[in-house]
């Protein structure tokens, strides 16, 4: 492996060269229409590091609603490079921090043009009008930024983002296929419903039916003890200040149920689970260490997400079944409307329309994508199909791997796979 990893940077080195002095990138980038507040960053890892601003209309297809500014960080190895395009799904103040380095980004020695999604952060229109929140608009947002930055990259270009930002490099790509010559979205899902039930199917056969088990037990203790935990969720959310919508016992049943979810989500090791005879707040401080209250409070900071989720993107919904006994809640149906949407939210219908565009795309042609999945993810239980007689679709799930399975912890005989044809795509 160690061979073919060397003879994959060999191709690349031998492919690009660089040559270019500090600040010919800001040169270039006041140059560009739209673009402002040009900032410099400091990074361990590139020449030159900028946060930028660029202007964008609150929606491509009725320009005159107005507009607002969405940040954008660009990080510079050579202008004879490829370039990656992170489609973030969320903020982007992490990508600013100068150990930051996108994994394709790192493989490929490449620029990176990192996208902070509109509604999130300090790409927030205001006022703010939930309308125009849309996929659609984030797509052309993306298309908006890949124009410009072309005018001065103009070698290959790769969009990749992970997991709300892997959703997003799939709707980019949907509605704008020739604008990159290949993308890798990281564990993405393509959901059919606000709370699509393929997720619990998933939570039932996941992972050994000892583990299962192991969690179930663990949450019917949790419940079991429903008055001391609810004392302690009081304690705890005073401490945090954080307030909730529904009562404090009805908070304590969605932290149970979604601590299946979070508990393979980030593959966590059953080790990890308190002996079912440990006092009480060994007990709370667990179920909060991977399905915290804060998750359900009003305060929790992916609103925006949220109105994504019920109007376009779906998500996920509980199984109330085993624990039915135990529940101070009847059932969990609605729960994404009833207490995560914020306060100011429209009423919302979910729409299955992007599903199916995304779908069909995928069906109907053969783009060069390569989707990274973990076996234990939930998310992997709406991952996208496997259609017969692709050949540039490719799909590589890690074994055992969770939502944080990447191309370099992937086993050895998939990164060879995988690495040899990403260098096949750059020739």
């Not at 490449?110 to 927030?124: D, Q, W």
């Not at 990281?186 to 709370?195: D, G, H, K, S, W």
């Amino acid at each position: 492996m160690k061979h073919i990893f060397n003879l994959f940077l060999l191709t690349l080195l031998v492919s690009f060269t660089t040559s270019v002095s500090a600040g010919e990138l800001k040169d270039k980038l006041l140059q560009l229409k739209d673009i402002s507040q040009i900032e410099s960053l400091e990074s361990d890892f590139y020449k030159e590091k900028y946060v930028v601003r660029i202007t964008q209309p609150l929606d491509h297809k009725r320009p005159e609603s107005g507009s607002f500014t969405q940040r954008i960080i660009v990080a510079h190895v050579g202008f004879d490079r490829p370039t990656v395009i992170v489609t973030e799904g969320y903020g982007g103040a992490y990508a600013m921090r100068p150990r930051y380095q996108e994994e394709i980004c790192k493989l490929l020695d490449a620029n990176m043009i990192f996208v902070e999604h509109r509604y999130f952060l300090e790409s927030t229109p205001e006022p703010l009008n939930w309308d125009y929140l849309t996929a659609e608009n984030s797509a052309y947002d993306l298309h908006h930024v890949t124009t410009a930055f072309k005018q001065i990259y103009t070698d290959k270009w790769i969009s990749t983002g992970i997991s709300k930002g892997g959703q997003t490099t799939m709707i980019y790509r949907s509605y704008f296929p020739d604008d990159v010559d290949f993308s890798i979205p990281y564990v993405a899902p393509l959901n059919r419903a606000v709370e699509d039930s393929r997720q619990e199917v998933f939570l039932r056969k996941v992972g050994t039916k000892k583990e299962r088990k192991r969690i179930k037990d663990f949450q019917t203790e949790i419940l079991k003890r429903k008055e001391a935990m609810v004392s302690l969720l009081k304690t705890f959310s005073e401490e945090k200040k954080l307030t909730y919508r529904i009562p404090l016992a009805e908070v304590l049943d969605y932290c149970v149920l979604e601590y299946s979810f979070a508990f393979w989500q980030w593959g966590t090791s059953v080790s990890n689970i308190p002996s079912l005879d440990s006092g009480d707040k060994m007990l709370f401080d667990h179920l909060m260490d991977i399905s915290g209250s804060d998750y359900f409070s009003e305060t929790q900071p992916n609103a925006s997400f949220f109105i994504q989720a019920a109007k376009e993107l779906g998500y996920y919904g509980y199984d109330t079944k085993p624990f039915r006994k135990y529940l101070t809640i009847t059932h969990a149906q609605g729960y994404v409307d009833k207490i995560m949407l914020p306060p100011n939210a429209p009423e919302i219908t979910f729409n299955p329309a992007l599903y199916h565009k995304i779908y069909d795309f995928l069906k109907e042609n053969d783009p060069k994508m390569i989707w990274i999945y973990g076996e234990v993810d939930p998310w992997s239980a709406t991952r996208v199909p496997h259609f017969k007689g692709k050949v540039n679709e490719q799909i590589y799930i890690q074994p055992r791997g969770s939502h944080r399975a990447r191309i370099s912890n992937m086993p050895d005989d998939m990164k060879e796979k995988i690495l040899s044809q990403i260098a096949e795509w750059l020739r």
